[in-house]
């Protein structure tokens, strides 16, 4: 097993990167919120609180802007591109959220995109909370 990367001489300390050289990089993830099928239907009808995809993705996107900020330890990049899709699963009734950012920095992007997909799917389930309370995210 690794040792952790964060802990230097038993304190924890944010990683040096300086000595590394800028390369292009790319992370993806992804993750799902379970609904119930009549609330499925209403997202894809857009008859809840407007389109709540749509609000969901650039609230995506500002989050992953902002991981730095919320995560303790982690870089402030230099983002090039934030993409975030969405499909809808009528069959096992879920949202997947996914989540692809780029860049060419020193480290990667893995906590921006698994950050973008958290806050789109936090966003869904803000704005349909008042239909349905049981809503899951998982998967991630």
Known sequence: M?????IKNGKVSMVDVSSK????????ASGRIYM???TLEKVKKGTVKG????????????GAKKT?????????????NINIDFSLNEDESYVEATCKVNGVE?????????TGVMISLL??????????????????
Request: proline share 6%; aromatic share 4%.
């Open 68 to 80: 730095s900020g919320l995560v303790p330890l982690c870089h402030p990049l230099q983002i090039q």
């Open 2 to 6: 690794k040792k952790p990367t964060h």
């Open 51 to 62: 389109e709540v995809l749509g609000i969901a993705r650039i609230a995506g996107i500002m």
């Open 106 to 114: 020193r480290t990667g992007f893995e906590m921006e995109a698994i």
């Open 21 to 28: 050289t800028p390369t292009e990089r790319y992370a993806m």
């Open 36 to 38: 119930k099928r009549e």
């Open 123 to 140: 966003t869904i389930y803000d704005m349909l909370k008042s239909v349905e309370k049981g809503m899951v995210i998982g998967d991630i």
